[in-house]
Every structure is written in C-alpha cells, then in structure tokens.
C-alpha cells in the first residue's frame, strides 16, 4: 500500500527527476526522442517504481525482520540488522558513485561522435540503462557484505555460489533496459570477482 502511495506521488516529481538525470549525465534533451505515444508514460511509471522502492525500503526489511525474527538466535538477528542496515548505506553510497562518475563516464564513451552518424536515443532505454548502471554500482559496492553474511550463516561454500550467482543473474537480466551483452558481461565479471574474492577472505577469516 504504501509503495502504490509512493509511486503516485513521485510522479508529480518524475519530470524534475528526468531533468536532473540527463544533468548529471551531460545529456541534452533535443538528443532524445520517443519512439512510441505512452514511451514517456512509461518512463515516468518507471521513474516513479525505482524511486517508491528505494524509499520504501526500509518499511520492506521491516517486515522481514518482524516476520522471521522469532526464529532467529541473538547472533543471526544482529548479523541481520548489522548486515542489511549497513548494506544499504553500502548500496545508496555505491549507486551515488555510479550516478554521479562511472554514468557520465561510460556515456561519454558510448556517445562519443565520429562525425558520421548522429542517433536519435530513446529517451526510455537511455534513462533506464543509466540508472541500470547506478543501481549495478550500488549492488557492486554492497555486495561483500552480503557475501560474509552468507559466508557466516550458510552451509558449504558451493551452496553460497549457487545463492549469489543466481541472485546476480536475475539482477543482470532484469536489471538491464534491453540485452546489452557488453554491460552484462562487465558487471557480471566485477560481480563474480567481488564474490570470489569475498569468499576466499571469509572462508579465511571463518576457519
């Protein structure tokens, strides 16, 4: 309910938001099209969903927490709070790294002109592949706190694989505008690499 009250709301502010995504990210509007009647709806829906779950968040792992906490032992509800409070902090931290340097960034890359050619880009898989790639920062940044919470209170190390590739895989597939073979590769590599790495330290630190 109260995630439905917040996309509501967030579409009277879906327009400011639109205005100061392509700021950061140097792109000009007359750059941008739309390629279909309900395109820009669609993104201020899109807008309006992403900004209700980062908002609501905290209200979602509450009710987690609540709903399993009578389960838990001492040890694995601080390592719940500790992990998830912390990991989030992670995440908006990483997300406003990605937003604010790697975006601009890899823009600048993708849309350098050779002086040949000069696209129209929709402004719908331009707005949602940006914040793809923010979103994918933040996951990057948290995403060794979420692999020593498993490392803690899992069972074998391949089990731990299994939870976080999946977990990465669904993200990359349905995280990602269109399929961009390129950027699922790059962050898949960074993904698996931080898992890795996290693994071998927390089995370390664990034995």
Same mark, same amino acid.
């Given at each position: 309910?109260?995630?439905?009250?917040?996309?509501?709301?967030?579409?009277?502010?879906?327009?400011?938001?639109?205005?100061?995504?392509?700021?950061?990210?140097?792109?000009?509007?007359?750059?941008?099209?739309?390629?279909?009647?309900?395109?820009?709806?669609?993104?201020?829906?899109? *807008?309006? *969903?992403?900004?209700?779950?980062?908002?609501?968040?905290?209200?979602?792992?509450?009710?987690?927490?609540?709903?399993?906490?009578?389960?838990?032992?001492?040890?694995?509800?601080?390592?719940?709070?500790?992990?998830?409070?912390?990991?989030?902090?992670?995440? *908006?931290?990483?997300?406003?790294?990605?937003?604010?340097?790697?975006?601009?960034?890899?823009?600048?890359?993708?849309?350098?002109?050779?002086?040949?050619?000069?696209?129209?880009?929709?402004?719908?898989?331009?707005?949602?592949?940006?914040?793809?790639?923010?979103?994918?920062?933040?996951?990057?940044?948290?995403?060794?706190?979420?692999?020593?919470?498993?490392?803690?209170?899992?069972?074998?190390?391949?089990?731990?694989?299994?939870?976080?590739?999946?977990?990465?895989?669904?993200?990359?597939?349905?995280?990602?505008?269109?399929?961009?073979?390129?950027?699922?590769?790059?962050?898949?590599?960074?993904?698996?690499?931080?898992?890795?790495?996290? *693994?071998?330290?927390?089995?370390?630190?664990?034995?």
């Amino acid at each position: 309910m109260s995630t439905m009250f917040l996309i509501l709301l967030l579409l009277f502010f879906s327009k400011s938001i639109l205005d100061n995504l392509l700021t950061i990210a140097n792109i000009e509007i007359t750059n941008l099209t739309t390629y279909s009647p309900t395109e820009f709806l669609r993104l201020k829906l899109y *807008l309006s *969903l992403i900004g209700s779950l980062l908002v609501s968040y905290p209200l979602w792992l509450r009710g987690i927490y609540n709903f399993s906490s009578p389960a838990l032992t001492d040890k694995e509800k601080k390592g719940f709070q500790v992990c998830f409070s912390l990991g989030f902090l992670l995440f *908006l931290f990483g997300c406003f790294l990605g937003l604010y340097y790697l975006t601009p960034l890899i823009f600048e890359v993708l849309l350098t002109n050779d002086n040949i050619t000069i696209a129209k880009l929709s402004i719908y898989e331009t707005i949602k592949l940006l914040i793809s790639i923010s979103l994918f920062s933040g996951i990057l940044l948290s995403l060794p706190l979420l692999t020593l919470f498993l490392t803690e209170y899992s069972g074998s190390k391949a089990q731990r694989r299994k939870y976080l590739y999946a977990l990465i895989i669904a993200i990359i597939i349905l995280g990602t505008p269109e399929p961009s073979m390129i950027i699922n590769l790059i962050f898949l590599a960074l993904f698996s690499l931080i898992i890795e790495i996290t *693994l071998i330290f927390g089995g370390k630190y664990a034995s």
